[in-house]
């Protein structure tokens, strides 16, 4: 048996962003789970239509990228760069940039609630606000009233945004 199948689990293990192959995201998401590693990759449903039939198929939110939590002190960071398919670690002059916890609970109750979202621009600036009541109570992101009133949610290291409309929803500054 694999000794990276049982990892210590840190006391605060951060999230990280792994830059994959081409089409090998979900592969190594699946091959990092089962080194022990916790991961996600953010898929929303898309229906396809053909000319006979609609499918409803999990499209990658963020192509080229899925996401780690680890220790990047521990021995497990050289056996994740070690995965099939991993080109590496999303960083910044050479050092690893960990992506707040916050943004990828956000992204995870969005997902998980089924709520339509899109990819945007990425955003870096604006009015941050913070959804209060209904389904996605404490999501956090900035407004862009631009068009549509939306709350877009950007995960910096890897420069990508999603948006989500908010009509409706109580919002507080932040």
């Known amino acids: 048996m694999n000794a990276a199948a ?35 990759l953010p898929l929303v449903a898309e229906v396809h239509r053909w000319s006979d039939r609609d499918k409803r198929l999990n499209a990658l939110l963020f192509s080229g990228y899925t996401f780690a939590r680890f220790d990047p002190a521990s021995w497990s960071r050289l056996d994740l760069l070690r995965t099939v398919g991993v080109i590496g670690l999303i960083g910044f002059a050479g050092q690893i940039i960990p992506i707040p ?11 998980s609630r089924k709520v339509p979202c899109a ?32 709350l877009v949610i950007s995960v910096e290291s890897i420069g990508r945004s999603v948006a989500v409309r908010i009509e409706g929803y109580e919002l507080e500054l932040i």
Request: hydrophobic share 35%; aromatic share 8%; charged share 30%.
């Open 6 to 40: 049982h990892l210590p689990v840190p006391d605060n293990p951060l999230w990280y962003a792994i830059q994959t192959r081409y089409r090998f995201e979900k592969k190594v998401t699946a091959h990092l789970q089962r080194k022990g590693f916790e991961t996600f």
């Open 119 to 150: 990819l945007h621009p990425f955003l870096r600036v604006g009015q941050r606000v913070r959804i209060r009541g209904g389904c996605l109570d404490g999501l956090e992101g900035i407004l862009d009233e631009h068009g549509e009133k939306n």
């Open 101 to 111: 916890t916050k943004q990828i609970d956000d992204l995870q109750m969005l997902l």
